[in-house]
């Protein structure tokens, strides 16, 4: 994959929408990856939780939004007590869902999935796809 950047992409209104709504200051992370060490779901994750954080900063707004990753977190929080520097990993994760929730975007529609899936879904997956659906 190649990127290209430049200072519009890095000081985008995008990038600043989501450390306003997260609270986070996404320059604090240096990229340590403890965070993606300890998530229980990163191997299910199409980018890590620290690229996540690297694709935020960089502005990279379309892979951003593309990813699975957002949809995919459990908001279990490892991620925030693992975090050398204080980054509330799952807060960005959360700001980046809600940007899209607030465009009317989804990533799962849990009312379409037939009885038998929602049965065989964890638990934590229904808990926090609910709860995204609240913010």
Avoid: H
């Amino acid at each position: 994959m190649r990127i290209e950047l430049n200072g519009e992409k890095i000081r985008n209104n995008f990038v600043a929408k989501i450390s306003e709504i997260s609270g986070q200051n996404l320059l604090a992370c240096y990229q340590c990856g403890k965070c993606s060490a300890g998530c229980p779901l990163v191997s299910e994750m199409d980018i890590l939780p620290n690229q996540v954080i690297r694709f935020a900063q960089l502005g990279l707004i379309e892979e951003l939004l593309s990813c699975k990753s957002i949809w995919i977190c459990a908001s279990c929080l490892t991620c925030n007590t693992r975090c050398p520097r204080g980054v509330n990993i799952a807060e960005v994760m959360e700001a980046i869902r809600l940007i899209l929730l607030r465009k009317n975007i989804d990533n799962l529609k849990i009312i379409e999935l037939n009885e038998k899936r929602r049965v065989e879904l964890p638990q934590i997956a229904l808990v926090s796809s609910f709860r995204k659906k609240t913010a």
